[in-house]
């Protein structure tokens, strides 16, 4: 990829609506994700753009 192409793809801050955690997570992960704390389900995978099941804080978008 060139330094001069843009993704799409972004990380997300999320917080867990059971235990308050907060954790950063693939915007097009490719599996379930869990919080790293209580294991209740922050996300899931459909193929393209997670699908987010919690709070999203932040949208972290850093062009390298």
């Known amino acids: ?5 843009k993704t799409r793809s972004r ?3 999320v917080k867990c609506n059971d235990c308050g955690n907060e954790q950063v997570i693939f915007g097009c992960a490719a599996s379930e994700i ?4 209580c294991e209740k389900v922050l996300a899931s995978s459909t193929g393209g753009k997670t699908l987010v099941k919690t709070e999203i804080l932040e949208v ?5």
């Open 1 to 5: 990829m060139s330094k001069n192409a």
């Open 11 to 13: 990380f997300l801050k």
């Open 34 to 37: 869990k919080c790293i704390v």
């Open 60 to 64: 972290l978008d850093k062009n390298i």
